[in-house]
């Protein structure tokens, strides 16, 4: 089990950047696929990136891809998200989740555990 904080969200202008961070608890948390989701007023929760648990490998929604980076540090229990060239339709909550699995997946489905998400407006 894992509890998860999320912070870093905040108002952007259009073309700015943002780093989300998410702190996790236990002494297990390289044993966990970490993912950011985001959803956004009225639509369903989507991917936006996932990392597996030593960071060796990442996947990323086509519509952040080149513009969002995700990481881990496992020594500090930490997931970050470094958002660059944000635009309008980034705007949503932003929500990290861990998954037990060994596989970094896409579906919100195969996460157990959820923070509370930070909110990221992103002005035009």
């Known amino acids: 089990q894992v509890d998860l904080v999320e912070s870093g969200g905040g108002l952007v202008q259009a073309g700015g950047s943002l780093r989300l961070s998410c702190a996790a608890s236990?002494?297990?948390?390289?044993?966990?696929?970490m993912g950011w989701f985001r959803q956004a007023p009225g639509k369903e929760r989507e991917f936006v990136a996932g990392?597996?648990?030593?960071?060796?490998?990442?996947n990323y929604a086509d519509s952040v891809k080149g513009r969002f980076t995700i990481s881990r540090d496992n020594a500090k229990n930490t997931v970050y998200l470094q958002m660059n060239s944000l635009k309008p339709e980034d705007t949503a909550v932003y929500y990290c989740?861990?998954?037990?699995?060994?596989?970094?997946?896409?579906?919100?489905?195969?996460?157990?555990?959820w923070g509370q998400g930070t909110q990221v407006t992103v002005s035009s």
């Open positions: 989740a861990a998954d037990s699995t060994r596989v970094v997946h896409a579906s919100h489905l195969f996460y157990d555990y």
């Open positions: 236990g002494r297990t948390f390289s044993s966990y696929v």
């Open positions: 990392i597996s648990r030593r960071g060796g490998s990442t």
